[in-house]
């Protein structure tokens, strides 16, 4: 066991509303193993029960805990401590959003932004009755790298552009434009395009990379965002 | 009214509204809750896994009002972490057939599964794939571009004699991810309103009548009443009364208890699934499909030791008996090491497939094992997986109040919070995806009709909140000596230990006791968290008091029933005893402790026989 100092971004907005939050460590053993959502854990159950944070499944597949450690967003419950490489350990909320409690923030803009993309399979012809429609290995394969998103926030919260444009889209509304778009099975990219061509939209993207940083699950959203804008520029031919 | 019998009064409505001047003030006057805080939907589901968003579709499709209220964002529900596949006999692939399924299904759950249920749900199976697809669902996909179809245990060709067979439909190893998604995509589509987020705290039931619920918004704070001509609980499982558990923090039993508080039965509460292959110390899941694909299972000496158990289905057997096989490798002291793993070899398969096929598994074992299983086994244990008990339900999802055939008016349930059952005493894997995707849908259209019948919503009890208003009171207010966190882990530890893969009567006299002292403990209790914004440890202690409550239904049941079938085991009987028990169990809570009743087992086509694989 090695000894841990976590500091930990706190904000209660019944008592600290006005203020900034502040910063409350946490002196705590950390077991071979533990990730940072074990050691969040170790510190609700064990020392401090009204720290506030997200968190279901704990394997890398809800999307629940996204937050910021040693200043890098990712998915606590994937993190280990001792990946991190250093004694002390900041946990911060997901920045760009609006701070409910402690590393609670508001998920809905980023909602929000999925919405106006129409996240949907959008499919005019009927399908076969009692049959899957077909669709090959390999247009399945486009899909790969796309679809596998679990909507956790590092991306868009890691986005400078997305700091100082709230109404930008963001990597992960676009990637899922992106996901649809490239599906053999969609024909909706008619209704999807004015969202996305739009100065919120693709066009908006800086391509800094840090997205692709971010994506706990290594998803590339700037390239998807380069084929958005290759297929529009296809279109506009 | 028609088929709802047991409906009574007459009402005079007028744009769906109660009307009478008395009446309808009140409709919305509900004691100790704001008036803004009282909300009307035709339906409201709990839960938002496969099954309570397949409802809410059902419902809102037909031009029905639906609210879906949930403790997590949508997608964050448990049913995205199934890995491996959803049945469904399409034989893409090779030849199967729908009878090959309904066979499987039964003998996997030990003939304890009511045979009507299961021959509904294998026949609807390739249906809702069909809708799945249709939705948009990215399934992986054969040469021909069909959905493709992967081996899972127990699913077997030809009534059980012939060789494994490709059933499992799948999107990678990630199908519950993406099943999950999609549905949650088409409700956004529909426009399905969400109430994310609202842990519901109790069910408003007067006379056999259900009415709603009553909930608590974890963001703002603040008690909210939902009131419903249609309820539906799709609330998942209770794994998290168990320390190595595949289950999400989130599975706490909230559903299920608050079945039990409403006076009504659960049944077959001691059939709890254990997993073969949780990664060692921590539970997470590792699919079957890894199995599937062909993984080994290895003990310390290097054998491949399920040939002394399934010689003829192998790694391929159901879950239940693999777990017992790892579990007398432990006791025999051929464990890793000596300790409670094994492993789980993939590295004949390859790097390629593995990639291909396995990568979510392949990630999940370098990020919480630590290895690469291109190079290295998996360290394994058996972990607390899904609860094939639940609340009594008829083939519509309609809740059964006295477990039998009464219905209580205006109540579903679907998905593993329910018991139909299709599962009997071990449910066979990629069934969980199709119980909760059939019954959800089930329940859904079952909604669609009533609500097509009942036009009023009639008024709710004005002390319906009472009870939930005073327990959060009491939590926010309590200063006792005991930390929830400490009790929950007493209760986790002891539960793997006493009421798991095996069990005997002393162990679960032990775990009974344990449980009766940690719920007087629990009156004593306090949280450090007086707030109303998003206070996750008012949370916590909200589900530890209904994981003691289920906990308790557990292991009584186990106690009460003296037999070995499917997961329950009990090393102090003989074997499976179909004469005495071959029924279900109903399961009360009264001031006593545990009261018990029986039904007995739809059998329709399959005469139960010894089950050996």
Redesign the interface.
Known sequence: MAEYIFRVFRY????DEGTRGRVQEYKIGVER?W?VLDALNYI???V???L?????????????CGMTINGKNTIAC?Q?VADLGTQVVTVEPLRGFRV???L?VD?EPF?DK??AI????I?YSD?PT????????E??KL?DGK??C??CGCCTSSCPTYWADKEFLGPNALMKAAR?AV?S??EGWEERVNAIDDKHGVWRCHTIFNCVEACPKELNATRAIVELRRLMLKGRL | MGKFEGYRGTFRCVDNRWLGTDEAKELHEVEGVELHNVHEHDAVIVGAGLAGMYAALEVKKAGFDVAVLTKVFPTRSHSGAAQGGIAAALANLEEDHIEWHFYDTVKGSDFLGDQDAIELMVREAPLVIFEYEHMGVPFSRTPEGKIMQRYFGGHVKDFGRGKPVLRACMAADRTGHVLLHTLWEQCVKLGVRFYSEYYVLSLIITDGHCQGVVAWDLINGGIHVFHAKATCFATGGYGRAYKITTNSHANTADGVAMVLEAGLPLEDMEFVQFHPTGIAKQGILISEAARGEGGYLINDKGERFMERYAPDKMELAPRDIISRSMWTEFLEGRGIGGERVIHLDLRHLGADKIKERLPQIRELAMKFAGVDPIDEPIPIQPTAHYSMGGIPTDINCRVLGDGKEQWVRGFWAAGECACVSVHGANRLGTNSLLDASVHGKRAGRDIVEYLSVVECFEPLPVDCARKAVDRVNWILKADGPERPSELREILQDNMYELCGVFRNEEDLTKMYDIIKDLQKRYQNIHIEDKSKVFNTHLMEALELGHLLEVAEVIVAGALNRTECRGAHWRTDCPGRDDENWLKHTLAWKTEEGVEFDYKPVVITRFIPEVRKY
Request: net charge neutral; charged share 35%.
């Open positions: 209660d907005p019944e008592k193993g990730t609700k159950w064990h401090d029960g009204s506030a944070y997200r968190r279901a499944c704990r394997h890398g597949i809800c999307g629940s994937e280990q409910i409690k402690d609670i998920m909602y999925l919405y129409k996240p949907y399979l499919a399908p009692d049959k899957e429609r077909l669709q090959s290995p247009d399945r899909l679809y596998e679990i909507l649809f599906d099975r969609d």
